[in-house]
């Protein structure tokens, strides 16, 4: 089952008969189709770029359902110098958690998590998504200038 972009983290409900935990990512075929081995590849962000997440509970059986009441979420990096999180004060309709992942000027791979804590603070659910933030567009030029010598004779 392929991953769409946008859906960045998911989540199942607690009390479910089996308990998910997903890494999200995109997925692609390697170049040979009948290997139907898949290719986990990190989600690319450049460091002036941001991205929104969306975290939706899903059930077993990966349908649409709820939180238990006093149910809490908490998305958080691993590292907030390469990417930092900023969840929405109230999250989207259909959401249980939204907000962005914002690239920072520090570049290499992050893991962002998402996890609930139930109301009697037992753990909930996880999820994760790995970013790798690489630079941005250039913005400006660098000259590096050699050791500076003495002046051939003119010819």
């Known amino acids: 089952m392929g991953l769409d972009g946008m859906d960045l983290l998911r989540a199942a409900i607690p009390g479910a008969a089996r308990r998910k935990s997903c890494k999200v990512g ?8 009948t290997n139907k081995e898949r290719i986990m590849a990190n989600f690319q962000l450049q460091d002036v770029q941001q991205v929104p997440y969306m975290l939706a509970a899903l059930d077993a059986d990966g349908n649409p359902a ?14 907030a110098t390469i990417a930092k999180v900023v969840p929405d004060a109230t999250p989207v309709a ?5 907000g962005v992942i914002v690239g920072q000027a520090k570049l290499g791979t992050v893991q962002i998590n998402a996890a609930v804590t139930n109301a009697d603070q037992s753990a ?10 690489v630079s941005g567009p250039a913005a ?16």
């Open 26 to 33: 995109i997925q692609t075929w390697g170049s040979d189709p």
């Open 66 to 79: 709820s939180l238990a009441v006093g149910a809490s979420v908490l998305v958080s990096s691993s590292d």
């Open 94 to 98: 259909g959401a249980i958690a939204s």
């Open 124 to 133: 909930g659910p996880t999820g994760a998504v790995s970013i790798d933030v």
């Open 140 to 155: 400006s030029i660098s000259i590096a200038l050699g050791t500076a010598g003495a002046q051939a004779p003119p010819a």
